[in-house]
Nanobody, 120 residues
Framework: EVQLVESGGGLVQPGGSLKLSCAASGFAFADYPMSWVRQAPGKELEWISSINSGGDSPSYANSVKGRFTISRDNHNDTLYLRMNSLSPQDTAVYYC?????????????WGQGAQVTVSS
């Protein structure tokens, strides 16, 4: 059974940084692309970043490009999202998902989500 467990969320001040982790199990992590998707209060899901299986080809949404960095550790089956220069607009539940860019709740495996709140 595929399991994805996010951690590292919390409350951070505007301009601050946070690093999310996603521990994967139940599948050959190193063989699959992975993604981060977020959902802000009252808004639709927003894809923010994907990374290929080898970890050398990341892709970012314009809204986070230059501020967020996706990475992965294939030895420890863990996906990461480093978030810098956070603003209140980044407040959302952040999900890791086993997919590439066009992630589907119905088709792909998702974690339970990690709340990130950016507020002073």
């Amino acid at each position: 059974e595929v399991q994805l467990v996010e951690s590292g969320g919390g409350l951070v001040q505007p301009g601050g940084s946070l690093k999310l982790s996603c521990a994967a199990s139940g599948f050959a992590f190193a063989d699959y692309p992975m993604s981060w998707v977020r959902q802000a209060p009252g808004k639709e899901l927003e894809w923010i970043s994907s990374i290929n299986s080898g970890g050398d080809s990341p892709s970012y949404a314009n809204s986070v490009k230059g501020r967020f960095t996706i990475s992965r550790d294939n030895h420890n089956d863990t996906l990461y999202l480093r978030m810098n220069s956070l603003s209140p607009q980044d407040t959302a539940v952040y999900y890791c998902a086993k997919c590439w860019v066009l992630c589907s709740r119905d088709r792909d495996s998702w974690g339970q989500g990690a709340q990130v709140t950016v507020s002073s």
